[in-house]
């Protein structure tokens, strides 16, 4: 088991900058795929992004890809989602979640460990 703590959510407007980050505990994370994933109102969760346990593979949604970047700083057991250029469609509760397998893939069902979310609000 793992366990995840999202933080750095918040409020924001269009064209603004986060930077989200998820602790994690309990394994060891260097072995753990990593994914950010997001849910808005009305909307089933969604991929948003993913890295390998070393970080030599990435994968990004359409949506996101050249504005937001996934990494990784294994030494501190942390992750974290570089959001820029922010849009209101990016307003979505965003979490963290954990995989129990070396590749990086899409699906929510892939992963076994979420986190409880952290709210981003993006306004026009």
């Known amino acids: 088991q793992v366990q995840l703590v999202e933080s750095g959510g918040g409020l924001v407007q269009a064209g603004g900058s986060l930077r989200l980050s998820c602790a994690a505990s309990?394994?060891?994370?260097?072995?753990?795929?990593m994914g950010w994933f997001r849910q808005a109102p009305g909307k089933e969760r969604e991929f948003v992004a993913a890295?390998?346990?070393?970080?030599?593979?990435?994968d990004y949604a359409d949506s996101v890809k050249g504005r937001f970047t996934i990494s990784r700083d294994n030494a501190k057991n942390t992750l974290y989602l570089q959001m820029n250029s922010l849009k209101p469609e990016d307003t979505a509760v965003y979490y963290c979640?954990?995989?129990?397998?070396?590749?990086?893939?899409?699906?929510?069902?892939?992963?076994?460990?979420w986190g409880q979310g952290t709210q981003v609000t993006v306004s026009s």
């Open positions: 309990g394994r060891t994370f260097s072995r753990i795929t």
């Open positions: 979640a954990a995989r129990n397998h070396f590749t990086v893939i899409r699906a929510t069902a892939g992963y076994d460990n």
């Open positions: 890295i390998s346990g070393i970080g030599e593979n990435t």
